[in-house]
């Protein structure tokens, strides 16, 4: 061996010495930890932030995000959590250097040159301006309003964090009725779903969140969306949602100008149910006694005519009727249109 290293051999390892504790002593008050920065990502590529104590609270510094923070989440950036993952260990907050204050020395006073601070104002200004506009599109909503009063209604005054409540009365206003309850439009068969304010949807809900829950994200993002405006009928109240309803659209035969009266909508529990209670709606809806009520059904191109008293508890698909379909009613009603043979 070289001399040098053999003498370097033989004097061995200097004797080891104890650390000192990190923390105040009794000549020194301690440090206190002012900033944190942080990489999330793996050794590779990946993201930079920082944590900077604010006085007593911690900030946020992510791009042009500034967000107060809790300390526990500064304190927490270490990336060795022992019950993820790896992939969630590669991909955690974790700090890479720490800048500390001594105690000992006065707390600095930052100042900032006015030309920078001005800068900062401009462009937080600008930061302000693009994030209303975004969220201004992203409230935005386009809604076409059916209902069996008024031809389909464009409506865009409303937007998705308009409070549910409050999007029905100004629907109801719109339309020119007292009270009208939202519910999703089936833009195939051109028949209403389920109501907006129907599910676990609570009393602040907003427009947006209730065409989230009913119609799913997807179709609730679209940049057009068609609702029906349901009228309770006269003395009562809306009827309770059942899971699996089914929409059918009622055609009034008018003798008096030979043509068909506007679409009424009528809801049924299920697919199932009978003619009888189809029957009874309709005479609510219409004010044609049953006794009276002929019904036509097109089954493909085909014209069938029935008559309720005889279907009686017949299921619907009795008389060709499922989620959807048109019945076009004729008889005596409200409005006096004769029976046609």
């Known amino acids: 061996l070289p001399p040098l290293v053999a003498a370097l051999l033989a004097a061995g390892r200097p004797p080891e010495t104890k650390k000192a504790e990190p923390g105040p002593t009794d000549t020194h008050p301690g440090y206190t930890l002012e900033a944190v920065l942080v990489h999330v990502g793996a050794a590779s590529a990946g993201h930079y932030f920082a944590y900077i104590r604010a006085g007593e609270k911690w900030a946020e510094f992510n791009d042009e995000v500034v967000s107060f923070v809790e300390e526990e989440k500064v304190l927490a950036a270490s990336g060795?959590?022992?019950?993820?993952?790896?992939?969630?260990?590669?991909?955690?907050?974790?700090?890479?250097?720490?800048?500390?204050?001594?105690?000992?020395?006065?707390?600095?006073?930052?100042?900032?040159?006015?030309?920078?601070?001005?800068?900062?104002?401009v462009l937080n200004e600008e930061i302000r301006v693009r994030k209303a506009a975004e969220d201004a599109r992203h409230n935005a909503l386009s809604l076409l309003i059916h209902s069996a009063f008024l031809p389909p209604t464009p409506l865009e005054s409303l937007g998705r964090l308009t409070p549910l409540s409050a999007a029905e009365s100004d629907v109801a206003r719109a339309v020119g009725r007292e009270a009208v309850r939202l519910r999703a439009w089936d833009a195939m068969c051109l028949?209403?779903?389920?109501?907006?304010?129907?599910?676990?949807?609570?009393?602040?809900?907003?427009?947006?969140?209730?065409?989230?829950?009913?119609?799913?994200?997807?179709?609730?993002?679209?940049?057009?969306?068609?609702?029906?405006?349901?009228e309770a009928c006269p003395g009562e109240d809306f009827a309770p949602w059942v899971e699996g309803s089914i929409a059918l659209r009622l055609l009034a035969f008018r003798a008096l100008d030979d043509s068909f009266a506007s679409p009424v909508f009528v809801t049924l529990p299920s697919p199932s149910s009978s003619c009888a209670e189809l029957a009874s709606k309709v005479e609510g809806l219409l004010g044609t006694p049953i006794a009276l009520q002929g019904w036509v059904v097109f089954v493909g191109d085909e014209p069938k005519a029935f008559s309720p008293l005889a279907l009686g508890e017949a299921p619907l698909s009795d008389a060709g009727l499922s989620h959807g379909s048109t019945l076009h009613v004729q008889g005596e009603g409200a409005e006096g249109a004769a029976l046609q043979k």
């Open 191 to 230: 028949v209403p779903l389920a109501p907006l304010s129907s599910g676990m949807g609570g009393p602040g809900e907003t427009l947006g969140a209730a065409l989230e829950r009913v119609v799913g994200p997807a179709v609730a993002r679209a940049s057009l969306l068609e609702l029906y405006a349901e």
């Open 80 to 121: 060795c959590d022992p019950t993820a993952g790896a992939v969630s260990k590669a991909k955690a907050p974790t700090a890479y250097l720490l800048f500390y204050r001594s105690r000992a020395a006065p707390a600095p006073a930052y100042t900032v040159a006015e030309a920078a601070a001005a800068k900062v104002r």
